[in-house]
């Protein structure tokens, strides 16, 4: 069963960069059957799909964030990140990790989550 | 970019109701579809994929159904431990999207 977690500042100033890691436990980070993703959820508001990474280094993002976003993957750390830059307080919001089983990369496994606030 | 539309946005409902959410995709997606259950100050949890593919360790009042643009999610007869808000999600395309959420409440 994989376990993913979450780390990270949880307060960005605005026009930063926010920078997030996740730790995956439970299985290998290179296993050929998943992506892993990165989801935020503003407070009372809806899921929003970030971006993804497979352990090649393939990724995809989210286009309604303009490019601000860049993910990466370390396999000698079981690790993948996500910088979010030139953030606004429309930034805050809880961010997920997740990992996206194969073939159709639906999230099956999730991080708690993590409070990030963008403020001065 | 694909656009999902679930209605309604909040639903009231009585224990031992049947409820059903509709998840609508802005072009076919054949069945490349999730819906996903959250708990206020949870992560969200997969119930169903591929669109009617129970997830192992969900019970069995959950289903899902649809193909195309249309989906539904059901809950034959709904629990306490079932309200909640779900999340339709496609994985059709690179770029993955999800519903608006649907918030179940107690009537």
């Known amino acids: 069963q994989l376990q993913l977690q979450e780390s990270g500042p949880g307060l960005v100033k605005p026009s930063e960069t926010l920078s997030l890691t996740c730790t995956v436990s439970g299985g290998s980070i290179t296993s050929s059957t998943y992506y892993w993703g990165w989801i935020r959820q503003p407070p009372w508001k809806g899921l929003e799909w970030i971006g993804s990474i497979y352990y090649t280094g393939i990724t995809y993002d989210n286009p309604s964030l303009k490019s601000r976003v860049t993910i990466s993957v370390d396999t000698s750390k079981n690790q993948f990140s996500l910088k979010l830059n030139s953030v606004t307080a429309a930034d805050t919001a809880v961010y997920y990790c997740?990992?996206?089983?194969?073939?159709?990369?639906?999230?099956?496994?999730w991080g708690q989550g993590t409070l990030v606030t963008v403020s001065s | 970019d694909i656009q999902m539309t679930q209605s309604p946005s909040t639903l009231s409902a009585s224990v031992g109701d049947r409820v059903t959410i509709t998840c609508r995709a802005s072009?076919?997606?054949?069945?490349?579809l999730a819906w996903y259950q959250q708990k206020p100050g949870k992560a969200p949890k997969l119930l169903i994929y591929e669109a009617s593919s129970l997830e192992s360790g969900v019970p069995s009042r959950f289903s899902g159904s649809g193909s195309g643009t249309e989906f539904t999610l059901t809950i034959s007869s709904l629990q306490p431990d079932d309200f909640a808000s779900y999340y339709c999600q496609q994985y059709n395309s690179p770029t993955w999207t999800f519903g608006q959420g649907t918030r179940v409440e107690i009537k």
């Open positions: 997740a990992g996206q089983l194969g073939p159709g990369w639906f999230f099956d496994s």
């Open positions: 072009q076919s997606i054949s069945s490349w």
